[in-house]
């Protein structure tokens, strides 16, 4: 399961859509707002998650990572609780939108030869 953080922006759905298209589940988190684009409306509640969260806050974010038993985080967004949560020992896989949806769509490739 990967975790995109502001995942309602323009980045975090299109980064999603990747990640969709590579096979994985997502969780995309929001603040605020909330839509569903239409290259995304089939996959909600099926493959997309959508969660609250406030990012600034570690107990939420750990607490969502492993509600979801999420194993990737993509930060499109604020990720400071996360980065936080690293430095004290977190071992989950954080990278920016381009290094994990390239790094996992590889891997997710490799895996299937």
Do not use: W, Y
């Amino acid at each position: 399961m990967v975790l995109i953080t502001g995942g309602m922006g323009f980045i975090g759905l299109h980064t999603a859509r990747k990640f969709l298209d590579a096979g994985e589940n997502v969780i995309i988190t929001r603040f605020r707002t909330s839509r569903e684009p239409s290259f995304l409306k089939d996959e909600f509640g099926k493959r997309v998650i959508v969660e609250s969260l406030d990012t600034t806050s570690p107990f939420d974010c750990l607490s969502l990572v492993r509600k979801h038993n999420v194993d990737s985080i993509v930060s499109s967004g604020d990720a400071g609780a996360f980065r936080a949560l690293a430095r004290r020992g977190f071992s989950g896989q954080h990278a920016g939108p381009r290094q994990s949806a390239r790094g996992r769509a590889s891997r997710s490739r490799a895996a299937s030869h």
